[in-house]
């Protein structure tokens, strides 16, 4: 099969290609990518020591040396080591014109978390239907191998392509916070890219390629609720003390209301423009109840409306609050008949791609704090924000590029919707490079549970994203 490019002077044998890439990934990817998941390079916050560990530097070397043997045509490769930060893997291909393509990916790690199936764990590679389980294998470990294939791939057939620069970090799971330092230490030798093209984002089913078109924005702090100096008998108190757990349900419904989860503060909501409207709706239309049924609700429970539209747009385009962690309350087995001096919630609000995250974080701030209940002692501490982002208008070149790989790698159109987690890497790229394309894309679909139990890397999908993107890249050229 031949798949022609958007220059129809130039073909592309697709077939070829794809013997190539199944190859390279059952060959020589598959076996090092269990390599890497063998390694528990947990991303600093949840390592602060990772420096003693090692295990950061471990991974970072065995992709590099996996890049090192692809014999990749004047691949220029260097490890960048910033003093006290997390090292960057960069790679700089030569290309046959003055574009250059900058492609992302990260090797840092999320946790162990509890809940691994028997035969599964975090830090040990399991192969099952196709599926390989292991902590990072899809989030992101697999980018920088696919990134290299694609472009290899090209190679073979002698395919045109632009300078590629593939940019990996390692603070990714933290926030990033290491990368923009590397990006201004990097200004010369990334350049200035007309293309972006991560590989760090979902894809809402695995049969067809997905873009990810915007990015949600996060404020995350504690609201600490005090009303005692010291625990006292409940069967003295109560009745005459205020709950400190009470007063913080009363806090909370002032931003949300309890009963449908709708975030109050009309400073969190913005207005969804008329495109993400159109993509969200054939997003529902494709995958229907999926959208919400691919979770794992327990028997009979059901997603906050089963009207599939506002299900991807709450996830999309509206606020939500989740709260992820709870102090002052101790385990049930040491649970005494004691009214707690205090309680303290960490919430995490999820914002619209286009809400200025600071302002909306003072806006919460202001809410929970002003006259609190009972005169009780109330603070809210704000320990990130981070704004959403919001993908240029897709360049016709581009869509019918993206659409093409689609079609040619899953024989199913591209699907284009919004991520309702935050990749902090996109936002920080399209402000330094505003004229620049994006194509967000990644493997991370129904169940693969990323950051939870039993996380794996479809591996029929990896492969054909890894076309995908050899696709885009000649077209690019053109």
């Given at each position: 099969?031949?798949?022609?490019?958007?220059?129809?002077?130039?073909?592309?044998?697709?077939?070829?290609?794809?013997?190539?890439?199944?190859?390279?990934?059952d060959s020589s990817i598959i076996p090092t990518l269990c390599e890497y998941i063998r390694i528990p390079n947990k991303s600093p916050a949840f390592d602060p020591n990772w420096q003693s560990h090692g295990y950061m530097e471990k991974a970072v070397e065995l992709a590099a040396n996996w890049c090192k043997q692809q014999a990749v045509k004047d691949m220029q490769l260097s490890i960048h080591?910033?003093?006290?930060?997390?090292?960057?893997?960069?790679?700089?291909?030569?290309?046959?014109?003055?574009k250059t393509i900058l492609l992302y990916g990260h090797l840092d790690k999320q946790p162990e978390m509890t809940g691994w199936d028997a035969d599964l764990d975090p830090w040990k590679p399991v192969i099952k239907n196709n599926r390989l389980y292991?902590?990072?294998?899809?989030?992101?470990?697999?980018?920088?191998?696919?990134?290299v294939t694609a472009i290899k791939a090209l190679q073979t057939q002698n395919i045109p392509h632009a300078r590629c620069v593939i940019l990996i970090e390692t603070c990714e799971e933290s926030g990033s916070?290491?990368?923009?330092?590397?990006?201004?230490?990097?200004?010369?030798?990334?350049?200035?890219?007309?293309?972006?093209?991560?590989?760090?984002s979902g894809c809402g089913n695995y049969e067809q390629m997905w873009c990810t078109t915007s990015l949600r924005g996060m404020v995350v702090g504690e609201l600490k609720v005090e009303i005692l100096t010291e625990g006292v008998h409940s069967g003295s108190a109560?009745?005459?003390?205020?709950?400190?757990?009470?007063?913080?349900?009363?806090?909370?419904?002032?931003?949300?209301?309890?009963?449908?989860?709708?975030?109050?503060?009309?400073?969190?909501?913005?207005?969804?423009?008329?495109?993400?409207?159109?993509q969200a709706k054939a997003v529902a239309d494709t995958l229907k109840d999926n959208i919400w049924q691919d979770f794992p609700f327990v028997k009979n429970a059901k997603p906050v409306t089963q009207k599939n539209l506002d299900l991807v747009l709450n996830h999309t385009w509206k606020p939500a609050l989740s709260i992820t962690g709870m102090a002052g309350i101790p385990p049930l087995e040491n649970a005494g008949n004691v009214l707690r001096p205090q309680t303290t919630a960490k919430l995490s609000f999820r914002l619209p791609p286009t809400c200025h995250a600071e302002q909306a974080g003072i806006k919460i701030k202001n809410i929970l704090e002003a006259n609190p209940p009972y005169a009780a002692k109330v603070e809210f501490k704000i320990q990130s924000s981070t704004n959403g982002w919001n993908a240029p208008v897709m360049a016709k070149w581009l869509e019918k590029a993206v659409n093409k790989a689609s079609q040619d790698y899953f024989n199913k159109p591209a699907l284009y919707w919004g991520e309702g987690g935050s990749i902090p890497f996109m936002g920080m790229l399209g402000e330094k490079f505003p004229q620049a394309q994006f194509v967000i894309t990644g493997v991370l679909g129904p169940h693969s549970n990323a950051h939870g139990p039993n996380e794996f890397l479809d591996l029929p999908t990896a492969k054909r994203i890894t076309g995908c993107i050899a696709s885009i890249i000649a077209d690019h050229s053109i």
């Open positions: 099969m031949e798949s022609i490019l958007l220059n129809p002077g130039i073909k592309m044998d697709q077939k070829l290609i794809t013997t190539f890439i199944n190859d390279i990934w080591r910033l003093p006290d930060r997390t090292p960057v893997l960069l790679l700089d291909i030569p290309g046959q014109s003055d292991g902590r990072g294998g899809a989030d992101d470990g697999y980018a920088v191998f696919a990134a916070y290491d990368l923009p330092y590397y990006v201004d230490h990097l200004q010369t030798e990334i350049g200035t890219p007309d293309l972006v093209i991560c590989l760090d109560s009745g005459i003390v205020p709950s400190s757990f009470r007063i913080l349900r009363q806090l909370l419904s002032r931003v949300e209301n309890e009963n449908t989860g709708e975030i109050l503060l009309e400073a969190l909501h913005t207005n969804i423009p008329d495109d993400r409207l159109t």
